[in-house]
């Protein structure tokens, strides 16, 4: 039975560290160095603001945590579907992933207005973008994913005489979870940040906003308190993704993946 | 009344490969029956088509030339009527999936019911010597145990075929010896046919009521030999006499049939 040895333990404990070190350095180096707060602030006035801003900081998480969860939900849904297209149909796989790569050499912070004028100023352009981004990993990572699938599994499939569907789902949609979860990570922080770029070119909420505001009203305690917290979701992301993969890939440790 | 149809026959049957470095010449000219109940083996070189044999009776392969037939039928129907199982080298088990839930998988597949798929696992389970072992998932067992899981899988379907490529030769040699006891004895307790592809010429002798002699590539009938040695037999049979003479004459026979 796969049992969290101390590795894990030691591995959290020295995630924490890393991180703690960072901030005290940070600390002591803006104290010693006396660098003005208007250049960079120390992170405990950061976190002081962001205990201050915390009602209006909360009230602008909410529609970014909803683009960016809806354009994660899009974006690998569509991804998945795609990619398993191109596992049963090798000519959907010729014929669009060119098409997919030119998707992805697209500047967003170009299209984001285009995306503003077709579809508006609410949450459906934001929920694009952070698709867009979240999008293309997750393709790559899922036409590799259903195609890892060993020969011999395959054969394993064919003289049980099970149906095309019942080896998509008994093997290669199993088969390819480690593959989908590495992706899925990348998208967890990725889809956040690509949701804060499309408000900061086109919102009146949101934490992408309330960078551009800080930036104009030269709140620069209230920028650095809205990157920490647009960090602090990006984080939460990942660690909801990372624990779902313990949940459901339960066998990757057998595996040594 | 007709006689009852051979568990596999093969009547001239061919197989050429394209590859890129052209065409490939696997099997020639291959006529061959296993009749129900029987126990044969197939021995050769490496690379004359033991395996190719075993892929077109499963219906992975189909043959460029000459037919196949699994009890009178083609592979494809023989295969849908789960009249077969296949056994790989490699057991092929699923890493996630519990021992039970592998073994149940041709079942489920087929839309057996729960309660009787789970019945036939268990009971496949325990003649392959696994009970204890059900909740176990793959990684926590030796080479040898899954192995026998995937035996056990093979079972389920209560087969009268079956088809196994090699399926002990990644086992030491001490456990090789207790599976091939083993697999005589469910040989015996099931009635099934055995075609059995294997490297190792005293386990071909020590199982079998007969063994094909294939020559290198293409693969070729070289000689057939009945080993005529008592059943049941015991392990220690491997260290007659008898099964000795066994051993050299089809040892003999593969070096010529290689040359």
């Known amino acids: 039975m796969s049992v969290p040895g101390a590795g894990v333990w030691l591995r959290w404990f020295g995630g924490f560290a890393g991180l703690a070190a960072f901030f005290v350095a940070w600390e002591a180096a803006v104290a010693i160095l006396q660098v003005p707060l208007y250049v960079l602030p120390p992170p405990s006035a950061i976190w002081r603001q962001v205990l201050r801003d915390w009602p209006l900081l909360l009230r602008h998480l909410q529609p970014t945590a909803i683009e960016a969860f809806g354009g994660f939900a899009l974006g690998n849904g569509v991804a998945i579907l795609l990619a398993a297209a191109f596992v049963h149909w090798p000519p959907v796989q010729r014929a669009l992933f060119p098409l997919a790569i030119g998707l992805r050499t697209i500047p967003l912070v170009a299209i984001t207005p285009l995306l503003l004028v077709w579809l508006g ?10 698709a867009l ?23 394993l499939m064919h003289t049980i005489s099970a149906s095309t569907w019942q080896t998509f789902v008994k093997v290669r949609w199993p088969a390819s979870l480690p593959y989908l979860f590495s992706a899925l990570k990348i998208a967890a922080t990725s889809c956040v940040l690509g949701a804060v770029v499309a408000e900061w070119i086109g919102s009146d909420r949101g934490l992408g906003y309330l ?4 930036t104009f009203e030269f709140a620069i305690a209230r920028l650095w308190a809205t990157i920490a917290v647009t960090s602090l979701l990006a984080l939460l992301a990942f660690l909801v993704v990372a624990a779902a993969e313990r949940f459901f890939v339960p066998w990757r440790d057998d595996a040594g993946i | 009344m007709h006689p009852s149809p051979a568990a596999v026959q093969f009547d ?3 197989v050429t490969f394209q590859s ?25 070189a490496s690379g004359c088509g033991k395996s190719t044999l075993l892929r077109l009776a499963a219906d992975v392969l189909t043959p460029s030339s000459g037919k196949v037939k699994v009890f009178g039928e083609t592979p494809a129907s023989a295969r849908r009527a789960r009249a077969f ?11 996630w999936r519990t021992v039970l839930a592998n073994v149940e998988l041709p079942l489920e597949v087929a839309g057996t019911g729960q309660q009787i798929r789970r019945e036939r696992a268990v009971e496949a389970i325990a003649l392959v010597g696994l009970s204890g072992f059900e909740g176990a998932r793959p990684a926590q067992l030796s080479g040898g145990m899954r192995q026998r899981a995937a035996i056990a899988r093979a079972l389920t379907v209560q087969p009268k075929l079956l088809l196994m490529d090699e399926p002990f030769s990644a086992v030491d040699e001490l456990t090789r010896d207790r599976l091939n006891q083993e697999l005589l004895a469910i040989w015996s307790r099931t009635g099934a046919a055995i075609l059995f592809v294997t490297h190792s010429i005293e386990e071909a002798v020590y199982l079998s009521d007969r063994i094909v002699v294939l020559t290198g590539r293409p693969g070729q009938v070289y000689s057939e030999l009945r080993v005529d040695l008592p059943r049941p037999r015991a392990l220690e049979i491997k260290r007659t006499p008898a099964a000795f003479e066994w051993s050299s004459r089809a040892r003999l026979a593969l070096e010529e049939a290689s040359r």
């Open chain 2, 12 to 14: 001239r049957v061919g």
């Open chain 2, 20 to 44: 890129q470095v052209g065409a490939v010449e696997a099997l020639r000219d291959v006529s061959l029956s296993v009749a129900e109940g029987e126990f044969v083996s197939v021995i050769g």
């Open chain 1, 211 to 214: 960078v551009v505001a800080a």
């Open chain 1, 121 to 130: 100023y609410g949450y459906a352009p934001k929920i694009v973008i952070a």
């Open chain 2, 85 to 95: 199982s296949m056994v790989f080298q490699d057991p092929a088990l699923l890493p």
């Open chain 1, 133 to 155: 981004i979240s999008f293309f990993p997750t393709l790559v990572n899922m036409t590799r994913g259903f195609a890892a699938m060993d020969q011999q599994s395959l054969e």
